[in-house]
């Protein structure tokens, strides 16, 4: 899978927005796609703030490990249960995690 593609896909598992995403780390909307048309590649320092904001290692979402786990983080899970329209759900989050949920839900409220 392309970096781009992982940068895509993680960011909606972890319920980023694209545009959320590239808003923090100081992108155009459209940045990500006009790399992919180009087959380009992100510039390392560019990566490696993309990697922070989604809480994962830069090697993961350059596909060299299956670990999202980014470097010198701690592995504890917290289990958190959200109750949903549906019924409750248990999430298994690091606390780097838990941080970019309060970091988003903070932005959301105009609080940031």
């Known amino acids: 899978m392309e970096t781009i593609d992982k940068i895509k896909q993680t960011a909606k598992e972890k ?3 694209i545009s959320f995403l590239c808003d ?3 992108m155009q909307r459209t940045y990500l796609n006009d790399v992919q048309k180009r087959n380009g590649t992100i510039p390392e320092d560019r990566l490696k703030t993309i990697a922070e ?3 994962v290692s830069t ?3 350059l596909g060299n490990t299956d670990d999202p786990t ?3 983080s701690q592995h504890e899970v917290n289990i958190v249960r959200v109750y949903l329209e549906d ?3 248990d999430f298994r989050l690091s606390a780097g995690d838990i941080k970019t949920v309060l ?3 903070q932005a959301l409220d105009g609080k940031e």
């Open 59 to 61: 090697d993961y979402l």
């Open 24 to 26: 923090k780390v100081g």
């Open 53 to 55: 904001c989604l809480n």
């Open 103 to 105: 970091r988003m839900l």
């Open 87 to 89: 019924g409750p759900q």
């Open 15 to 17: 319920g980023i927005s």
């Open 70 to 72: 980014p470097p010198g």
